[in-house]
C-alpha cells in the first residue's frame, strides 16, 4: 500500500498538470479510495465503506480550513471597499513606485517579524494581502513577493525568540547537543542566497517604476478606518495567542454590520477552488503517511547515506517529513534523538544536523498543503492561481529552496 500511494500521488499530480483538473478533487476521492485500504480504528481494520469513511474524514485540515475561509472573508471586506488599495498606493508612494525595491523591503520585513518571534500564520495573514495588493496594483503576478515573504520569515526562524528556534535549543539542550551560536547566521545566509535567486529568477531587477498621480493620494474614509482598526486588532490579538478563524469569523460579521459591503460579493471572493486543492491533497498526503509511502521514501534515501551524504539527506529526510507534518510539533522531536548517535556514525557535529533538519523542514512549508503555501493560495485571487499556476510555483519554488540548501550543505554553508 505504501508504493500504491505514492503511486496515487503521482497520478493526481500527473491529471492536474496535463488535464487542468483541481488536485484537491483528484486528491480528495483518491484519498477516501486509499483510506479503505489503510486506515483502521484503533488498530481495527475497517470492514466497512461509511467506516473508513468515517476515519479518513479526520486527516481533514479543519483549522487550516476556517482559518485560511475566515482571513480571507475579513481581508476581502478591506480589499473590497479600497482599504488596502489606498494602503498600497501609500507604500508605492514611500517606494516612490521603484519596484525593484518591494521584494527586498518585503524580504527584511519579514525578517523582522521572525526575529522577534510573531507566530508565522499571523505574520502571512498580515503581509500576504498587503503583497498582493501591491503585485494587482503594478500588474504582476504575486508569485515574487510571496517568496520575498517565505525567505524573510524563513530567515528569523531559528532567532531565540521565534517558535522554531525555541524548539531548536530546547531538544538540543535536552538531547546534549552543543549549538555554537552560529546557526542563526548560516540560516539567514542561506536564506539570502534563496531570495536572491528568486529575485533573479522571476527578473525582480527588472521590475518597471510606477509612476505615482496626485490624485492618487486618498485618504482613509471613516469605514476605511473602521476596517483597518478591525483588521489590525484581529492580528494584535492573534500575535496574542487567540485563535485566528475565530476572531476572523467574529470580525467579518462585526464588519459586515457596521459597514456597507456587499456580503454576497465576500462569500464569493473567497478562493473555494484553491481551498478545495489544500483539504483535498492534504488529506490524500496524510493518508499516504500513514500508509508508509514517506517511510519508504525516507529508507530509500537512508541506504545511500555516507559522511558526504549524511546533511544533505538529512535535510531531505526533514523535508519530506515537514511535508505532511509540522516542522516544530512532529519533525524536529522526532530527528533531534536520532542526531548524537547519527553524529558519531559519520563523524559529523550533531548541531550541523540539527540546522539541515531546520533548513530542511521550513523548505517544504512552502508547498500548497503546508502552512505558509496554503496560506498564500488562501489569501491571492482565483486569477493568481488560473491553471493552477501558483499551485505549480510554489511546489517548484519549495524544491528551489530545499536544493540551495543541498548546495550548501556540499559548500559547507551548513557547517
Given at each position: 500500500?505504501?508504493?500504491?500511494?505514492?503511486?496515487?500521488?503521482?497520478?493526481?499530480?500527473?491529471?492536474?498538470?496535463?488535464?487542468?483538473?483541481?488536485?484537491?478533487?483528484?486528491?480528495?476521492?483518491?484519498?477516501?479510495?486509499?483510506?479503505?485500504?489503510?486506515?483502521?480504528?484503533?488498530?481495527?481494520?475497517?470492514?466497512?465503506?461509511?467506516?473508513?469513511?468515517?476515519?479518513?474524514?479526520?486527516?481533514?485540515?479543519?483549522?487550516?480550513?476556517?482559518?485560511?475561509?475566515?482571513?480571507?472573508?475579513?481581508?476581502?471586506?478591506?480589499?473590497?471597499?479600497?482599504?488596502?488599495?489606498?494602503?498600497?498606493?501609500?507604500?508605492?508612494?514611500?517606494?516612490?513606485?521603484?519596484?525593484?525595491?518591494f521584494p527586498i523591503i518585503i524580504f527584511f520585513l519579514n525578517m523582522l517579524l521572525s526575529f522577534v518571534g510573531v507566530n508565522t500564520f499571523t505574520q502571512l495573514v498580515m503581509v500576504t494581502p498587503i503583497c498582493v495588493s501591491i503585485a494587482h496594483r503594478c500588474k504582476q503576478h504575486p508569485i515574487l513577493l510571496l517568496m520575498s515573504t517565505a525567505t524573510g520569515a524563513r530567515a528569523g526562524y531559528t532567532s531565540q525568540l521565534n517558535v522554531l528556534?525555541?524548539?531548536?535549543?530546547?531538544?538540543?539542550?535536552?538531547?546534549?547537543?552543543?549549538?555554537?551560536?552560529?546557526?542563526?547566521?548560516?540560516?539567514?545566509i542561506i536564506s539570502l542566497v534563496t531570495f536572491a535567486v528568486f529575485y533573479i529568477a522571476y527578473k525582480g531587477y527588472k521590475l518597471p517604476r510606477i509612476e505615482m498621480?496626485?490624485?492618487?493620494?486618498?485618504?482613509?474614509?471613516?469605514?476605511?478606518?473602521?476596517?483597518?482598526?478591525?483588521?489590525?486588532?484581529?492580528?494584535?490579538?492573534?500575535?496574542?495567542?487567540?485563535e485566528l478563524s475565530v476572531l476572523s469569523a467574529a470580525f467579518t460579521a462585526l464588519l459586515l454590520a457596521v459597514i456597507h459591503v456587499d456580503e454576497k460579493k465576500v462569500i464569493a471572493s473567497v478562493p473555494w477552488a484553491t481551498i478545495t486543492t489544500i483539504c483535498g491533497m492534504t488529506m490524500l498526503v496524510k493518508i499516504i503517511q500513514t500508509a508508509g509511502g514517506i517511510d519508504v521514501l525516507i529508507d530509500i534515501f537512508q541506504t545511500f547515506m555516507s559522511k558526504v551524504t549524511c546533511v544533505p539527506f538529512f535535510m531531505i529526510?526533514?523535508?519530506?517529513?515537514?511535508?505532511?507534518?509540522?516542522?516544530?510539533?512532529?519533525?524536529?522531536?522526532?530527528?533531534y534523538p536520532t542526531l548524537p548517535s547519527?553524529?558519531?556514525?559519520?563523524?559529523?557535529?550533531?548541531?550541523?544536523?540539527?540546522?539541515?533538519?531546520?533548513?530542511?523542514?521550513?523548505?517544504?512549508?512552502?508547498?500548497?498543503?503546508?502552512?505558509?503555501?496554503?496560506?498564500?493560495?488562501?489569501l491571492t485571487t482565483p486569477e493568481d492561481n488560473e491553471n493552477n499556476y501558483l499551485f505549480n510555483s510554489l511546489l517548484i519554488c519549495s524544491g528551489t529552496?530545499?536544493?540551495v540548501g543541498i548546495i550548501a550543505a556540499f559548500v559547507r554553508l551548513i557547517g
Open positions: 500500500m505504501a508504493y500504491v500511494s505514492l503511486l496515487a500521488l503521482v497520478v493526481v499530480v500527473i491529471l492536474a498538470v496535463k488535464k487542468g483538473m483541481n488536485p484537491g478533487i483528484s486528491g480528495l476521492c483518491a484519498a477516501f479510495i486509499l483510506g479503505f485500504f489503510v486506515m483502521n480504528d484503533n488498530g481495527v481494520p475497517i470492514s466497512s465503506i461509511a467506516g473508513a469513511c468515517k476515519v479518513t474524514m479526520s486527516a481533514f485540515p479543519t483549522t487550516m480550513f476556517l482559518r485560511i475561509m475566515f482571513s480571507a472573508m475579513l481581508f476581502s471586506i478591506l480589499s473590497l471597499n479600497g482599504t488596502l488599495q489606498i494602503l498600497t498606493d501609500k507604500i508605492l508612494a514611500l517606494a516612490k513606485g521603484n519596484q525593484k525595491l528556534g525555541i524548539t531548536m535549543r530546547a531538544l538540543s539542550a535536552e538531547n546534549g547537543i552543543a549549538l555554537n551560536g552560529s546557526e542563526q547566521i548560516r540560516m539567514t498621480n496626485s490624485d492618487e493620494k486618498v485618504s482613509l474614509n471613516k469605514e476605511q478606518w473602521i476596517s483597518l482598526i478591525v483588521a489590525v486588532c484581529c492580528i494584535i490579538l492573534a500575535v496574542m495567542g487567540f529526510i526533514s523535508a519530506l517529513l515537514s511535508a505532511v507534518s509540522s516542522a516544530t510539533g512532529v519533525v524536529l522531536p522526532t530527528l547519527m553524529g558519531a556514525a559519520y563523524g559529523i557535529d550533531p548541531s550541523v544536523l540539527g540546522l539541515a533538519i531546520a533548513v530542511g523542514s521550513t523548505a517544504t512549508g512552502i508547498m500548497p498543503f503546508s502552512t505558509v503555501g496554503a496560506t498564500f493560495l488562501g529552496m530545499l536544493l
